[in-house]
C-alpha cells in the first residue's frame, strides 16, 4: 500500500493528536489485524511530537565541519587520535556509590561534572562518527550516505542544546531515524533531530546522568517494585544482593532496544512518546511488570549471576502482549501516583498469577519453598541444556 494512501487512512480515522495517542496507541487500534496494514509509524510520532506547537523546532541544519571523519572513511590508517577520543569516558566514580557520594560530583543545573569537560568539537565527531560506523538496528545504516546524516544529525542535537555527546544516543536516534526514512533527505533529518530532541529532554535528565539515574533505580523504581510485589523484590535485593542499577542501566540508557525484538520495542515507545505519562513513571512501571511476568524464571535462578543472566537476556517466549503490558504498567502507574499501595500489591499478585500460573498455583500448596525454588532450578538447568544441543 502506497505511504499516501496509509496517511490518508490514518487522518481520517484520528483527526486529532489526543485521539490518536488514546485511541490508536493506548487502545491498540493500530495494531489490530484490520488496522495494521494502515500503520505508519513515521506519520504517527510526528503526529505526536511534531504537531503540538508547545516548543520551537530546530528548521535549519548547521553544517559539520569539513575536517570532520564523517567526511572521509571512519578507520583511516592515516588518523592518530588518543584512546580516549574514541572510547567511553572513564568513569570518576564508582557506577554504584551512594546517592549522597554521587551528589558532590553534581553542578547546580544538574548535570554530571564530567559533561563540562572540554571537549572539542573535532572530538566529539570523531566518537558521533564512530558509534554511527557499529550501528547495527537496521541494514540501512551500512550506507555511507546513511552514516553521513546521522553523523550530521548527533552533530546538530549537541549543538543546538550546548550539551555533550553520550554513547548510546546513535542507537536511540537511529531508532528515529527509521521511522522517518522514507521521506527526502532534508525533511528527514530535520524530523529526526526534533523528534530525537523531544525525546531526549525527557530522557537524558534521568537515565543519561549519572546520580539522577542512581536515584531513580534507588528511590523511583525500587519503591515501585517493592510496593507492587514485595516477595520478589526481597528475593533479589536480599537473597540474592541485587543491585538493581547494574541491570537497569542498559534497560533505562536504550529504553530496551538492547533487550527486545524491535518490532516489540517500537510499540512500547509508542506509548512512551504519547507522553500522557512521566517517561521516568512509565518505564519504571513497565520495568516490574516485565518482572512480574517472569517471576517463575528468577525463582529459579541460583545466584545474583544467573539473575543478571536472565535480566540481560530476557527470555522473548516469555514477553506478554505489549499493549497489555503498557495497560497494566499504566495501571500501576496511576495507583502509584494516587497512592493506593495495598492495591499495587493487588494488582502485582494477579499479574503474578496470571503469567505465571503453573508456579503460581504450585507455591501457593508448598510449604517448602526452598524445594520447589530447587525443582525450578533443575528444570530450568535442564531447559538450558537442551537449548544448546
Known sequence: MENSSKVEHLIKRYGTREELAKHGVWRGELYR?????????????????????????????????????????????????????????????????TIDDAAHTISKDGDDDRLKEKVSVQETLDIIELDVSRLLLDPIFESAECKKEMVEILYNYVLYNQTSYKQGYHELCGAVYMQMFREVPDTRKLNTLNIFNKLMKRARSVFYEEAALLQFAEFKFDRIFRITVPKLHHLLTKHHGLDNAVWLIRWTRLLFLREFDLNYVLRIWDHLLTFMIP???????????????????????????????????????????????????????????????????????????????????????????NRLRLEERLKRRVGLRLNKN
Not at 310 to 331: F, G, N, T
Not at 332 to 347: A, R
Open 33 to 97: 489485524a484490520e488496522e495494521s496494514s494502515f500503520m505508519d509509524r513515521g506519520w504517527c510520532w510526528k503526529t505526536l511530537l511534531l504537531g503540538d506547537g508547545d516548543e520551537p523546532l530546530v528548521t535549519d541544519l548547521a553544517i559539520v565541519p569539513e575536517n570532520s571523519l564523517a567526511s572521509s572513511p571512519v578507520h583511516s590508517a592515516t588518523r592518530q587520535y588518543g584512546i580516549r577520543n574514541l572510547t567511553s569516558e572513564r568513569a570518576s566514580t564508582h557506577p554504584l556509590m
Open 279 to 369: 517517561l521516568e513513571d512509565l518505564v519504571a512501571c513497565c520495568i516490574v511488570v516485565l518482572l512480574i511476568a517472569i517471576t517463575r524464571d528468577l525463582y529459579a535462578c541460583e545466584d545474583q549471576g544467573e539473575v543478571i543472566g536472565l535480566l540481560l537476556h530476557y527470555p522473548s517466549h516469555r514477553l506478554i502482549d505489549c499493549v497489555e503490558l503498557m495497560k497494566q504498567s499504566a495501571s500501576l502507574y496511576e495507583l502509584y501516583v494516587t497512592k493506593q499501595f495495598s492495591d499495587m500489591e493487588g494488582l502485582g499478585e494477579n499479574l503474578c498469577k496470571v503469567h505465571n500460573r503453573q508456579w503460581y498455583d504450585k507455591q501457593t500448596q508448598v510449604v517448602d519453598h
